[in-house]
């Protein structure tokens, strides 16, 4: 009965050590879960900063864009302007 009783008490013992290890390897996954979470959190934070920049630049590309094509038009305008001038100034001077 005493070797029942130390089979027992071993038994016991080794299944408290499977249940530690087992509680440690879930505090280690634990840890690691949270870990992987604040890593997500700082990539997501990071592509909507990057995304708000993205934005800004495109916005400020589209600013130029305009402002190129209304320059464009101004020129051709003072080209038109400057045709009729010298269209002018020639009819005066043949008169």
């Given amino acids: 009965m005493a070797a029942f ?4 008490e071993s038994a016991e013992a080794s299944a408290e050590v499977v249940r530690a ?5 879930a505090e280690e996954a634990d840890m690691r879960v949270t870990s992987l ?10 592509a909507a900063g990057a995304a708000e920049t993205l934005e800004a630049v495109e916005e400020k590309m589209r600013e130029s864009v305009e402002a190129w094509q209304s320059a464009v038009e101004e020129a051709e305008t003072l080209k038109a302007d400057k045709a009729d001038l010298n269209e002018t100034c020639v009819i005066l001077e043949e008169r």
Avoid at 5 to 8: F, G
Avoid at 37 to 46: D, I, P
């Fill in 37 to 46: 979470e604040g890593a997500l959190a700082a990539a997501r934070a990071e």
């Fill in 5 to 8: 009783e130390a089979a027992i």
């Fill in 21 to 25: 290890e087992r509680d440690a390897d």
